[in-house]
C-alpha cells in the first residue's frame, strides 16, 4: 500500500512538471520598452500602434508593455539595460547612444538636413540602415527611427536669429559630446542636462535656455519657465528604436518579423504625427504667451558655416572617418534627388 501510494505521488509530481511545462512553453513573451516621453508624444503614439500590431500578428504569443516618462531610467540607462539583457527594448536619441556606439554622432552633425524628406530618406537608406546595424557587434539590435523632430532654441534673454543672438547665452543641452560642440561653436555656453531634470533646471534658472523639438517643449511645459522660442533646427533629432540583439535573435522568425513590421509602422506613423502636429504646436505656444520666431534660411546658413564643419572635423576624429564621409555624401546625393522633384 505505500509502495503504491510513493508511486501515485511521483506520477502526480511528475505530471504537474510536465504540465507546467507545457503551460511555460506557451507562456507570452514579454517586450518591454523604455520611452522617455509621455504616452501623448509622437514617438509613444508610434510605440501604441507597434504594441498593437504585434500583439494582433502574433496572436498575444508577444506581450508589449510600454513605460513612458523614463519609468524605468533615463535613455543612457535604459539602452544599458538592453544591452545587458536586464530590458527587452528602449528608444533613445542620438546623443545618449553615442556613448555605446559613436557612429551614432552621425545624426548629431548640425544643419544637415533641409527637410524632413531629406532626412527621412537618408535614414531609410542603405547608409541609415547601416547605421542601425553596426550596433549588433554591442549586443544591440537596430529596428527603426522613431520621431522626434527638428530641435530648437529656447530661452529668457532674446529671440535667436543668427550665431550673434547665441553669444554668451547659457544653454541646456543633451550628455551629447556633439551637441555641446556645436554650441560652444557658436558662442553659446552649453551645460548638459538630463532630461529629467530639464524643467526644474529651467524653473530655478539654473541656464539661460535649453533646445529640443517643439513636441518636448510643449509637453515639458517649457512655456512657464522660457520666454523665447526660434525656430532653429539646428539637429534633426531622431529615436532609434533598439532591441536585445540575443533576445530578438531567439524569438521564432514570424515574431521577428512581426516586430521589425511593427517598428516601421510606429516609425512611419510618428513621423506624420509630428510634423502634422508641429504648426499647431507653435501656434499653441504662441497662445501660452512665448514669443515664437521662425529663423531665416539667411540667419541658418550663418549657423551652419560657422559649426557645421568644426562638428565634423570632431566627429571624423571619434568615429570612422569613411563612416561619416559616406553618411555626407548620401545627404548630398538626397538634397539633389529631392530637389530635382525625384
Known amino acids: 500500500?505505500?509502495?503504491?501510494?510513493?508511486?501515485?505521488?511521483?506520477?502526480?509530481?511528475?505530471?504537474t512538471f510536465l504540465l507546467s511545462g507545457v503551460v511555460l512553453a506557451g507562456s507570452p513573451i514579454k517586450a518591454r520598452i523604455s520611452l522617455c516621453n509621455?504616452?501623448?508624444?509622437?514617438?509613444?503614439?508610434?510605440?501604441?500602434?507597434?504594441?498593437?500590431?504585434?500583439?494582433?500578428?502574433?496572436?498575444?504569443?508577444?506581450?508589449?508593455a510600454l513605460y513612458y516618462n523614463s519609468q524605468?531610467?533615463?535613455?543612457?540607462?535604459?539602452?544599458?539595460?538592453v544591452k545587458s539583457g536586464s530590458l527587452e527594448m528602449a528608444t533613445a536619441s542620438a546623443g545618449p547612444l553615442t556613448t555605446f556606439n559613436n557612429k551614432y554622432m552621425v545624426l548629431d552633425i548640425p544643419f544637415a538636413f533641409d527637410s524632413y524628406e531629406i532626412a527621412?530618406?537618408?535614414?531609410?537608406?542603405?547608409?541609415?540602415?547601416k547605421l542601425l546595424e553596426s550596433s549588433e557587434g554591442i549586443g544591440l539590435k537596430g529596428l527603426a527611427y522613431l520621431e522626434n523632430g527638428y530641435r530648437h532654441v529656447t530661452n529668457n534673454v532674446r529671440p535667436i536669429n543668427g550665431p550673434d543672438d547665441l553669444k554668451g547665452i547659457k544653454i541646456r543641452t543633451m550628455e551629447a559630446p556633439m551637441h555641446m560642440e556645436n554650441f560652444r561653436v557658436l558662442g553659446a555656453n552649453p551645460t548638459p542636462v538630463p532630461w529629467t531634470e530639464l524643467y526644474l533646471t529651467m524653473?530655478?534658472?539654473?541656464?539661460?535656455?535649453?533646445?529640443?523639438?517643439?513636441?518636448?517643449i510643449w509637453e515639458v511645459k517649457m512655456f512657464e519657465v522660457q520666454k523665447f522660442t526660434s525656430l532653429t533646427g539646428h539637429i534633426y533629432d531622431p529615436m532609434p528604436l533598439v532591441a536585445n540583439?540575443?533576445?530578438?535573435?531567439?524569438?521564432p522568425k514570424d515574431h521577428q518579423a512581426a516586430i521589425e513590421k511593427g517598428a516601421l509602422l510606429a516609425q512611419n506613423y510618428s513621423r506624420f504625427v509630428n510634423k502634422d502636429r508641429e504648426s499647431q504646436i507653435a501656434a499653441k505656444l504662441t497662445a501660452k504667451g512665448m514669443k515664437v520666431n521662425d529663423v531665416s534660411a539667411e540667419g541658418k546658413e550663418k549657423m551652419r558655416a560657422k559649426s557645421q564643419s568644426a562638428v565634423v572635423?570632431?566627429?571624423?576624429?571619434?568615429?570612422?572617418?569613411?563612416?561619416?564621409?559616406d553618411w555626407l555624401a548620401a545627404i548630398a546625393t538626397m538634397h539633389k534627388d529631392v530637389n530635382a522633384g525625384f
Not at 530655478?204 to 535649453?210: A, E, L, T, Y
Request: aromatic share 6%; proline share 3%; with cysteine.
Open 72 to 81: 524605468l531610467g533615463g535613455e543612457r540607462e535604459s539602452v544599458e539595460q
Open 120 to 129: 527621412w530618406g537618408v535614414l531609410d537608406g542603405p547608409m541609415g540602415q
Open 38 to 64: 509621455s504616452e501623448t508624444h509622437p514617438q509613444s503614439i508610434g510605440m501604441q500602434l507597434f504594441k498593437k500590431y504585434v500583439e494582433e500578428k502574433t496572436k498575444g504569443q508577444v506581450q508589449v
Open 1 to 15: 500500500m505505500k509502495r503504491h501510494l510513493v508511486i501515485c505521488v511521483a506520477v502526480v509530481v511528475a505530471c
Open 245 to 251: 540583439l540575443a533576445w530578438f535573435n531567439k524569438l
Open 203 to 216: 524653473q530655478q534658472k539654473v541656464v539661460d535656455g535649453q533646445e529640443n523639438p517643439l513636441a518636448n
Open 313 to 325: 572635423a570632431k566627429i571624423k576624429a571619434t568615429t570612422d572617418k569613411k563612416f561619416v564621409d
